[in-house]
């Protein structure tokens, strides 16, 4: 039986990938922070799984911790998911941001090194790397320039996995995914503010919907097909870096048509532009050609923007019934 350790196990993607794992016959063991444990709503992805995996809290930013996980554990694959994702542009969250995506990718790489040189490393870069781009679509060879300490954070950390596969032969690899989302995607995010908001108003609520830039665009892919792309990024004979995108872009615009339009309303009864919202866009925009990936592993995006979409505003309406109903109920 294969083992793999995954970090960030309870956000979007870990959770993801560690149903996929399971589904594989795959010994699983999430790596969470000691003060989510207890946390219930920070468990919520994994619940339903929970029985089924190790969870195990370890400071990624220790490198004495880290390495003791490897040698327990001895897995065959990690997939390092965690990271400070705020894509802030506040100077005081600036070193924290760095230090930690640094960090842990380092000691991850050096408790590799050190022993367990045999586990293969999938590290989750960012098309945040790319910020303010010249060329559109992005491909592997785009060169980097972040605008954001997340971006420059991921840029280092790539950075290092490169050092560690030609200095240590380390097999260890980065996705540049682009944004992608699902019924699990955090609320800070664009689409679930939209979704649960829609589902919130299909229940009762009478508030209005403070957004920034609606002429925004990103390349949005479906989080679930993309978790399928890192574990295929392990499994050839070479380690290579790849694109993850779908190659489409859609505006805020679009979004808000759709999930309004999912209920029957028109998002422009229910919206109010707040600059505390606006974010300074590149002039190009971001999205990844993936055909390198496609060619190699035969991977590419498939569920489409609508139904993504669609998916989540049901998904929120679904659960916000449930709370409703278990209020009624108790
Ligand atoms: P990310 O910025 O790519 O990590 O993803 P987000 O989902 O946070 O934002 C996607 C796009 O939506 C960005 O271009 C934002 O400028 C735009 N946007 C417009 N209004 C909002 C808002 O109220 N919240 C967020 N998060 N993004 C917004």
């Not at 380092?106 to 303010?132: D, K, Q, T, W």
Request: glycine letters at 6%; one cysteine or more; aromatic letters at 10%.
């Amino acid at each position: 039986m294969k083992k793999a350790i995954i970090t960030g196990i309870n956000g979007q993607d870990g959770s993801y990938l560690a149903e996929y794992l399971l589904e594989k016959g795959y010994e699983v063991y999430g790596v969470v922070r000691r003060s989510s444990i207890e946390n219930m709503e920070k468990m919520r992805n994994i619940q339903s799984f929970r029985e089924r995996i190790h969870i195990i809290p370890c400071s990624l930013e220790n490198a004495l911790s880290v390495y003791k996980l490897f040698d327990k554990v001895q897995p065959d694959e990690c997939y390092h998911l965690a990271a400070s994702s705020f894509v802030s542009y506040a100077l005081e969250d600036d070193l924290s941001i760095m230090t930690n995506n640094f960090t842990t990718t380092h000691n991850i790489l050096s408790g590799i090194v050190e022993v367990c040189p045999s586990c293969r490393m999938y590290f989750a870069g960012s098309s945040e790397i790319f910020g303010n781009v010249q060329e559109n679509p992005q491909t592997e060879d785009t060169p980097y320039n972040p605008r954001s300490v997340y971006g420059i954070s991921k840029m280092a950390a790539h950075s290092l996995i490169k050092n560690y596969r030609e200095r240590y032969n380390v097999y260890a690899c980065t996705g540049f995914t682009y944004n992608h989302e699902s019924p699990r995607r955090g609320h800070a995010f664009v689409t679930r503010k939209i979704t649960s908001f829609v589902a919130g108003l299909v229940l009762g609520a009478k508030n209005k919907l403070e957004l920034g830039n609606l002429d925004a665009v990103r390349d949005w892919g479906y989080a679930p097909e993309y978790v399928d792309a890192m574990h295929k990024m392990l499994q050839q004979s070479v380690p290579k870096d790849y694109i993850i995108a779908t190659g489409t872009i859609h505006s805020v615009r679009e979004l808000l048509d759709i999930a309004f339009g999912k209920v029957g309303l028109d998002y422009q009864d229910f919206i109010h532009i707040n600059e505390e919202f606006l974010r300074p866009e590149s002039g190009v925009p971001l999205v990844g050609d993936a055909s390198a990936i496609y060619r190699d592993l035969e991977w590419r995006a498939s569920k489409q923007f609508e139904e993504i979409i669609g998916d989540m505003v049901q998904a929120d309406i679904d659960a916000l019934m449930d709370k409703s109903n278990g209020k009624r109920d108790a």
